[in-house]
């Protein structure tokens, strides 16, 4: 059967609720990466690149206001016929279906993260959070209206932190985008994670519920959650550790 908009796949996406309150003011989705396998494998909720999102999921779901899913993507990795874009696309259409229009946040690790700032476009994403996407530099999308957070480790050896910068100069053009990287933390975010998670949970708390961040106003997450006004889009932290660099140089 056909799944998103390009193809057809060997699988279904899937929806793994974490929390759902009777009335959620608002929706969460994260998404996994993990690279590509021969045969187009499908993704199992026991890989890695699955269970890491399983604390950041739980972590933003604290509080109860927010209805919070993980999906599974279709198959493994990310192809030019079907992407995890596309998956993105069938989970938001599912979450209209079960909640109406609620304010929806894509949170996403490594292609997750990818596939969250190329998703956004759909409507009903109000903000997005990439961590240590994997991207390439010609990455771009229209996400006016919307509020995006970059945040990648400086030792992150496979997704280049020098290409998510520039993506997010690219996607500033359009949208209020905040940059803070992580010193010393690497790809699968095991050293430093609270620092992953603590970001993700605070900034899409704050953002769709319009709450104030939780953190410290010395927290680079502060700033990039409190908003910018337009055409004052600042990258919190860059990757080589300058603070307030502007996004639109």
């Avoid at 390009?6 to 994260?30: H, I, Y």
């Avoid at 269970?51 to 933003?60: F, K, Y």
């Avoid at 910068?165 to 010393?184: E, N």
């Avoid at 961040?213 to 409190?226: F, I, L, N």
Wanted: proline share 8%.
């Amino acid at each position: 059967m056909p799944v998103g908009k390009t193809g057809s796949v060997p699988t279904q996406p899937r929806l793994v609720a974490t929390r759902v309150p009777d009335r959620p003011e608002a929706a969460v989705l994260v998404l996994h990466g993990g690279a590509q396998r021969p045969g187009r494998p499908e993704v199992s909720p026991a890989q890695l690149s699955v269970v890491r999102m399983v604390p950041i999921a739980h972590r933003i779901a604290r509080g109860g206001r927010l209805a919070v899913y993980r999906l599974l993507n279709s198959f493994r990795g990310w192809e030019d016929h079907h992407t995890p874009v596309d998956d993105v696309a069938w989970a938001m259409r599912r979450l209209r279906e079960l909640h109406g229009d609620l304010p929806t946040s894509l949170v996403g690790h490594s292609l997750g993260g990818r596939a969250a700032l190329l998703g956004g476009v759909e409507h009903g994403v109000r903000t997005v959070v990439a961590l240590n996407p994997w991207v390439h530099r010609t990455d771009d999308a229209d996400l006016t209206g919307r509020r995006v957070l970059v945040v990648h480790g400086t030792e992150d050896r496979v997704a280049d932190p020098r290409r998510s910068a520039a993506v997010a100069r690219s996607l500033a053009r359009t949208a209020d985008v905040g940059y803070v990287s992580v010193p010393g933390a690497r790809h699968a975010m095991l050293r430093h994670g609270s620092v992953f998670e603590r970001a993700a949970a605070g900034f899409t708390r704050a953002t769709l519920l319009d709450a104030p961040h939780p953190g410290p106003a010395s927290d680079p997450v502060s700033p990039c959650a409190g908003g910018r006004a337009v055409g004052d889009r600042r990258m919190t932290k860059s990757p080589r550790g300058q603070t307030e660099h502007d996004l639109a140089t």
